[in-house]
Nanobody
Framework: QVQLVESGGGLVQAGGSLRLSCAAVGSIFSIGAMGWYRQAPGKQRELVATITSGGSTNYADSVKGRFTISRDNAKNTVYLQMNSLKPEDTAVYYC???????????????WGQGTQVTVSS
């Protein structure tokens, strides 16, 4: 059984910062890419940022220069540092990891439960 456990969401004023964390726990053999996605009310889920196991990163244009994704492979954890937050960043943020367990040899996508980020103007 594998779970992605998220933390760090909350309410912040525009211009403020938040740091999200997501730890993959369970019987994990290997983790590939990890990332963050978000979904605002009435909108589709969208990519925020991804990071490969080697540390290569990719960002949505809307967050470039403000958000930084990083990971600690020893802790199976991915982080999202969010600075200069804007009201339009308000959404539920979901962690994603592509990983293999010891039980199965397939690479499978796992998702966190989501954490609410609210930015007030």
């Amino acid at each position: 059984q594998v779970q992605l456990v998220e933390s760090g969401g909350g309410l912040v004023q525009a211009g403020g910062s938040l740091r999200l964390s997501c730890a993959a726990v369970g019987s994990i053999f290997s983790i590939g890419a990890m990332g963050w996605y978000r979904q605002a009310p009435g909108k589709q889920r969208e990519l925020v940022a991804t990071i490969t196991s080697g540390g290569s990163t990719n960002y949505a244009d809307s967050v470039k220069g403000r958000f930084t994704i990083s990971r600690d492979n020893a802790k199976n954890t991915v982080y999202l540092q969010m600075n200069s937050l804007k009201p339009e960043d308000t959404a539920v943020y979901y962690c994603n990891a592509n990983l293999k367990t010891f039980r199965y040899s397939l690479w499978v996508d796992y998702w966190g439960q989501g954490t609410q980020v609210t930015v007030s103007s």
